[in-house]
């Protein structure tokens, strides 16, 4: 059985930085294209970055400039760099492949807040 694990959020100030980690299991991780999502109370979950499995990566236009993914083969897990963090970044953030194929994860929650 799949499992996505996400950790790493919690609360910082804004212009603060964290790094969330998924860590995959139960399946071969290298074989497909890797995301964070993110949703906030009221809102729709959000696509914020993509990561192919040939390596190509692709960003919303809010988190541009700011978020990082990448992923670490032998660990089979997926990373969220987040810098220079706004309080609209506020949310629940959530790895899944970029077609949402598995089951999702409990999350990790984001706080930017001074």
């Known amino acids: 059985q799949v499992q996505l694990v996400e950790s790493g959020g919690g609360l910082v100030q804004p212009g603060g930085s964290l790094r969330l980690s998924c860590v995959v299991s139960?399946?071969?991780?290298?074989?497909?294209?890797w995301a964070w999502y993110r949703q906030d109370p009221g809102n729709k979950r959000e696509l914020v970055a993509t990561?192919?499995?040939?390596?190509?990566?692709n960003y919303a236009d809010s988190v541009k400039g700011r978020f990082t993914i990448s992923r670490d083969f032998v660990k089979k897990t997926v990373y969220l760099q987040m810098n220079s963090l706004k309080p609209e970044d506020t949310a629940i953030y959530y790895c899944?492949?970029?077609?949402?194929?598995?089951?999702w994860g409990q999350g990790t929650q984001v706080t930017v807040s001074s």
């Open positions: 899944n492949t970029d077609d949402m194929y598995f089951n």
């Open positions: 139960g399946t071969i991780f290298n074989i497909y294209n």
């Open positions: 990561l192919s499995r040939f390596g190509t990566t």
